[in-house]
């Protein structure tokens, strides 16, 4: 293959085709006028064509499949011209060719099940001519489940699997197909979906593998005509089994079997209905550390579209600023229900599991709405876990971290709803996680947002009710005024100049003046937050002075808002009087 670039080695498997001879193979086929190989087939297995199928490199495995595929298009196109009469017929090298990848995918060794299935399904597709129907029953012939050892069986259900998936993958998936209604049981889509319900039921691992192509194939009948003549079918699946005892994939076929062609949501998420699949969704950890199929149907349902829906099609999220009402009650309804008070209180790999949906959510919910998922125990958990090396909760509170600082660079919704998050029920988050999660949020404010989240420190600072003081005395005011000085300081070109000269005086006279009020007489900030101010006030002072980038139509948009006289009333505290001259500006 002179001349072949990377790109070429590595191309996918369903254009491979479209190069036509552009690439000759590594070996030559001789080939006699009838067009049948004379040594083609003992060629292919001496030069490794087979072999290499079966690598664990996927290189080696796409590269051997093409020219394998490559050479079979030659063969049975000089065969079709050499017997003009009979073009539907295959030539005895694809024949053999066929046979030989459906006993691989039974096959253990390496990487055999990937690189004989992917031909086949390859071939299947490239050959339209050939009837499925007949291969799908000689591939039952060949891997036989009756009268073997149990370890030959379990090779042969898992042929079957990979085979079943190549013949969906090359003749149904992404396609809308015709279905006999008249006769539906002697269907080739029927025959797919009886055996792939059987693999389903043999073993515990091959359940989620055999559902997912049963959905595909789903996917590939109008939806009027599947409700017409094939739910009923399916339903009989499930007629003597509860809910609350399906498991993860049964429960994902139920949804499947009642919402494909009603789509009727409201139902199948009610109060009731959410309570009876707690259980079966909370056993979906046993996929860990994939989240189940099972999920991706409840976030379809929900219209949260991910990279691909439950039937396998790919889809564009409709992005949209908050969810509808409807939605909305539902989505907590069954957070609440199945991850907060379920998944978080598990196990690890439970925990797991709601930390992979909590960060799946967050990259697809509208910003104001982020907080649905973002619930107390979800956050417990990520202080718990995210600075604690060790464990399995660590990567992926990482990962759902690095998700919402990734997401809030640029959206300064989303900073400020999860800022009211953190500041409600973890005011330390960046310390108990080490990490800048909350320094980010509050970078990626516009001055707007950056002014409410100012006036909400100060707010925090004088509010002096009992759970706030829990800890130490002054603990809650010291926080405050430290994120205070941050935000001034890190955020300075976001406020007008009158805002920062108010902040100023009054940091300043909290940190060297004594003052009373004078109804009660009582001192109004305690010691240690003046200490506290004492030791950073000239620290803040040179941060504030260095030279920063003035946005002037922030701050002026935040100076005609009215910011100033909020921020003097906040401040409890007249402060004209001591700017003297510039109290003018100031007001």
């Known amino acids: 293959m002179d001349g072949d670039s990377d790109r070429d080695r590595k191309i996918s498997y369903e254009n491979c085709f479209l190069l036509g001879s552009a690439h000759a193979p590594y070996y030559d086929v001789h080939r006699s006028a009838a067009g049948q190989c004379n040594e083609g087939t003992v060629l292919l297995t001496e030069c490794g064509g087979f072999w290499q199928l079966s690598s664990n490199n996927?290189?080696?495995?796409?590269?051997?499949?093409?020219?394998?595929?490559?050479?079979?298009?030659?063969?049975?196109?000089?065969?079709?011209?050499?017997?003009?009469?009979?073009?539907?017929?295959?030539?005895?090298?694809?024949?053999?060719?066929?046979?030989?990848?459906?006993?691989?995918?039974?096959?253990?060794?390496?990487?055999?099940?990937?690189?004989?299935?992917?031909?086949f399904s390859v071939l299947l597709k490239?050959?339209?001519?050939?009837?499925?129907?007949?291969?799908?029953?000689?591939?039952?012939?060949?891997?036989?489940i009756k009268g073997v050892?149990?370890?030959?069986?379990?090779?042969?259900?898992?042929?079957?699997?990979?085979?079943?998936?190549?013949?969906?993958?090359?003749?149904?998936?992404?396609?809308?197909?015709?279905?006999?209604?008249?006769?539906?049981?002697?269907?080739?889509?029927?025959?797919?979906?009886?055996?792939?319900?059987?693999?389903?039921?043999?073993?515990?691992?091959?359940?989620?593998?055999?559902?997912?192509?049963?959905?595909?194939?789903?996917?590939?009948?109008?939806?009027?005509?599947?409700q017409k003549h094939?739910?009923?079918?399916?339903?009989?699946?499930?007629?003597?089994?509860?809910?609350?005892?399906?498991?993860?994939?049964?429960?994902q076929l139920h949804l499947a079997v009642e919402w494909y062609g009603k789509f009727d949501t409201k139902r199948l998420l009610s109060t009731a209905m959410v309570e009876k699949m707690s259980e079966p969704l909370k056993n979906g950890a046993s996929s860990h550390p994939r989240v189940h199929g099972v999920w991706l149907m409840i976030f379809e349902m929900l219209g949260l579209q991910t990279e691909q829906n439950t039937f396998g099609e790919v889809r564009a999220r409709q992005s949209s600023e908050e969810l509808d009402s409807k939605t909305r009650d539902m989505l907590v309804r069954l957070w609440q229900t199945v991850v907060d008070d379920g998944l978080m209180l598990?196990?690890?790999?439970r925990r797991f599991l709601g930390l992979s949906l909590c960060e799946m959510l967050v990259r697809v919910l509208p910003s104001k709405e982020v907080k649905l998922v973002m619930s107390a125990n979800v956050l417990n958990c990520l202080v718990n876990n995210a600075g604690r090396k060790?464990?399995?909760?660590?990567?992926?509170?990482?990962?759902?971290?690095?998700?919402?600082?990734?997401?809030?660079?640029?959206?300064?919704?989303?900073?400020?709803?999860?800022?009211?998050?953190?500041?409600?029920?973890?005011?330390?988050?960046?310390?108990?996680?080490?990490?800048?999660?909350?320094?980010?949020?509050?970078?990626?404010?516009?001055?707007?947002?950056?002014?409410?989240?100012?006036?909400?420190?100060?707010?925090?600072?004088?509010?002096?009710?009992?759970?706030?003081?829990?800890?130490?005395?002054?603990?809650?005011k010291i926080w405050a005024l430290?994120?205070?000085?941050?935000?001034?300081?890190?955020?300075?070109?976001?406020?007008?100049?009158?805002?920062?000269?108010?902040?100023?005086?009054?940091?300043?006279?909290?940190?060297f003046y004594t003052r009373e009020d004078a109804k009660e007489k009582q001192t109004i900030i305690d010691a240690p937050a003046c200490d506290f101010l004492k030791t950073k006030f000239v620290g803040f002072l040179e941060d504030l002075s260095h030279p920063r980038q003035s946005d002037n139509e922030v701050a002026m948009e935040v100076e005609e808002s009215g910011g100033v006289e909020k921020i003097s009333k906040l401040l409890k505290i007249n402060l004209k009087p001591i700017l003297g001259e510039h109290a003018s500006i100031a007001s």
């Open 482 to 511: 430290e994120n205070i000085t941050s935000l001034l300081t890190r955020s300075s070109d976001k406020f007008p100049q009158s805002v920062l000269q108010y902040m100023v005086l009054w940091l300043m006279t909290m940190a």
């Open 390 to 476: 060790g464990t399995i909760l660590r990567d992926m509170c990482l990962k759902l971290i690095n998700s919402v600082i990734a997401k809030a660079q640029g959206d300064s919704v989303f900073s400020e709803t999860l800022l009211e998050v953190f500041l409600a029920r973890h005011r330390d988050f960046d310390k108990s996680t080490r990490t800048r999660t909350v320094g980010t949020l509050v970078e990626s404010l516009n001055g707007e947002k950056a002014m409410e989240h100012l006036c909400r420190l100060i707010s925090i600072f004088h509010d002096n009710s009992t759970d706030l003081q829990a800890n130490e005395k002054g603990s809650v």
């Open 149 to 226: 050892t149990s370890q030959e069986e379990k090779e042969s259900n898992f042929g079957r699997l990979f085979g079943c998936f190549a013949i969906v993958k090359s003749r149904f998936a992404g396609q809308e197909v015709e279905l006999d209604t008249d006769n539906v049981e002697d269907t080739l889509f029927w025959k797919l979906m009886a055996e792939l319900r059987r693999l389903a039921k043999t073993k515990f691992y091959m359940e989620e593998s055999s559902t997912s192509a049963i959905l595909s194939l789903m996917s590939a009948v109008k939806a009027d005509v599947y």
């Open 58 to 119: 996927e290189n080696e495995r796409t590269n051997s499949s093409f020219l394998l595929c490559n050479d079979l298009l030659k063969c049975q196109k000089d065969f079709s011209s050499a017997n003009k009469a009979d073009k539907k017929s295959m030539c005895y090298d694809l024949s053999y060719t066929i046979k030989r990848l459906i006993r691989g995918m039974a096959s253990s060794r390496d990487g055999s099940r990937h690189g004989f299935s992917m031909t």
């Open 230 to 251: 094939v739910a009923d079918k399916m339903r009989e699946w499930f007629k003597e089994v509860e809910v609350e005892k399906l498991t993860p994939s049964d429960l």
């Open 346 to 349: 598990g196990g690890h790999e």
């Open 126 to 144: 490239a050959f339209s001519f050939i009837d499925c129907n007949e291969i799908f029953d000689m591939m039952l012939d060949l891997l036989k």
